[in-house]
């Protein structure tokens, strides 16, 4: 058979075969392991059709590095690049929503079988060392009837740099002065107690193999490594179970402004679950560097529009929720922006 080669303008494959199948591209990212059970099922249906990405969950913190080392194409990340950090990448960043899901507290507790109850303020206090027994007053008088053992609670946190962790962090600022005091929000932050493991798959393995033992993860993990996990009470005074309602009830009245980064923890709202949040990707505006091609340019931009949108399909399944319309054409929007040798395509 005779293969007949078209060059074709930026935007589309850059070789066309007679069969009518472009030459494939290869795309890589790295970062946030909150969004990887998802980018594995979206990318492996993209590829079916399309280029192949390679994603590398090595959490948000080193995906932001690897971006900024231009190691990679686009990073996923579950809190924006930090304000004062911003200036140090070699280009401007853009960044768009890719996904929504839960941040959920998960345990293992022998002998409770119930989905337990927190407050804000119990949880700041566990994580703060404070609470140090599970049958302690506190979590006791929000569960009553539970047969709370004098259990010593091992609290398992991230060791990385970890999107969930910025966003648990972020949840507990703004539910405990204290917490904004002495730790703070971040990606990373100084723990004043407990257990440090590498990943979502490393704090899972901690909850699940110790007794007594409080870690924060995705709902998707919780769920496929059957993890027990608790209600939070939201803003209303409401115990909310974590679920897909939950988080979108969390986004429902949020206007994503033009730089695409919105905070979804304790929002407000009566069904609203309070450890929700939107995860990232980032990427270049101008897109002309490192001897980077017009063809890995648009092969970047058409996979980018895939997921925020087409992408969204495979959402419900793993337990994420679907973004929400304004946020899609929000993410659309910021994507048109691209650039290739200062001009649009």
């Known amino acids: 058979m005779v293969t007949v080669k078209k060059t074709l303008t930026l935007g589309a494959a850059l070789v066309l075969t007679a069969a009518g199948t472009a030459s494939a591209l290869t795309l890589t990212g790295s970062g946030s392991s909150f969004v990887y059970p998802l980018f594995t099922k979206v990318f492996s249906e993209y590829g079916k059709s399309g280029d192949t990405v390679n994603y590398q969950s090595v959490g948000s913190g080193a995906g932001q590095n690897q971006l900024k080392s231009r190691v990679v194409d686009f990073a996923g990340t579950d809190v924006p690049i930090p304000a004062d950090d911003a200036a140090g990448y070699p280009g401007k960043v853009l960044t768009v929503p890719d996904a929504l899901g839960a941040v959920v507290i998960s345990y293992n507790i022998p002998g409770v079988d119930e989905n337990l109850k927190f407050s804000g303020a119990v949880l700041a206090n566990i994580y703060l060392g404070k609470v140090r027994l599970w049958n302690d007053a506190s979590i006791a008088k929000l569960n009553p009837g539970a047969k709370l053992p004098a259990l010593p609670i091992t609290v398992a946190h991230r060791s990385d740099g970890s999107g969930t962790t910025g966003v648990f962090t972020d949840y ?6 204290e917490w904004k005091t002495k730790v703070g929000s971040a990606t990373s932050v100084q723990w004043p107690t407990g257990i440090g493991a590498r990943g979502t798959d490393g704090v899972s393995g901690v909850v699940k193999s110790t007794p007594g033992a409080i870690g924060y993860i995705e709902l998707t993990y919780a769920l496929n490594n059957k993890i027990d996990f608790g209600l939070v009470q939201n803003r209303t005074g409401a115990f909310i179970k974590p679920s897909i309602a939950g988080a979108q009830a ?10 695409g980064i919105a905070s979804l923890t304790n929002a407000t709202g009566a069904a609203t679950y309070p450890i929700s949040t939107f995860s990232y990707a980032i990427f270049y505006q101008e897109q002309n560097y490192g001897g980077r091609s017009a063809a890995q340019a648009a092969a970047l931009k058409k996979m980018l529009n895939y997921v925020v949108t087409t992408g969204q399909n495979y959402s419900e399944a793993l ?23 200062g001009k649009s395509f």
């Open 250 to 259: 969390a986004a429902a009245n949020v206007v994503i402004p033009t730089n």
């Open 319 to 341: 337990s994420y929720a679907p973004l929400p319309a304004a946020a899609q054409s929000r993410a659309r929007a910021i994507i048109s922006t691209m650039t290739f040798g």
């Open 172 to 177: 507990l600022s703004k539910v405990s002065s």
